[in-house]
């Protein structure tokens, strides 16, 4: 998996988003998934920062382009985005972010700058740590955890809070 501060970090994003939808195309050509130019581009929309966007949001970018832009459009798009592991739904911002790490099937934890919106995907163990055991003592199977940290980036630390 990609380093978490990538976000916040300057880097060749065009390089980085391209790589991205690549790894998104191999991946639902080896599983047999259908990435349909709908799909492909809210994806392509979700790669082009790395900040949540909501669903309005894509709609409007799909405008922008001169796409069909119903909502129901934008949210199966999402779904199956999610479902097949190339976007994550940030809980707190109902919003999406594109997945940095398509391939490895993984629980992960998000870092949100409040002000900017950015966000940082980082590798969590769903096993480790203080929830993992006491899901353990308590014979729990844990299916998925959303674990979102809140603060504020590099650039937004240096401003009011």
């Known amino acids: 998996m990609p380093s978490p501060d990538l976000a916040f ?39 082009e920062a790395h900040r949540a966007l909501g669903a309005y949001e894509i709609l409007e970018r799909l405008r922008e382009d001169g796409q069909p832009a119903q909502p129901p459009v934008a949210y199966r798009a999402l779904n199956f985005l999610c479902e097949n592991g190339l976007a994550h739904r940030i809980e707190r911002l109902n919003a999406f972010v594109a997945c940095v790490d398509p391939q490895a099937e993984h629980d992960a934890a998000f870092l949100i700058c409040r002000r900017c919106d950015r966000v940082a995907e980082s590798p969590r163990d769903q096993d480790a740590g203080h929830l993992g055991a006491a899901a353990a003592d308590a014979g729990f199977a844990i299916e998925r955890t959303v674990v979102e940290a809140l603060g504020l980036c590099p650039d937004c630390q240096g401003g009011q809070p």
């Open 9 to 47: 970090r300057a880097h060749d994003h065009a390089r980085c988003a391209a790589s991205a939808l690549h790894a998104a195309q191999t991946l639902c050509a080896a599983r047999n998934l259908r990435l349909t130019p709908a799909r492909a581009r809210v994806l392509e929309i979700l790669l």
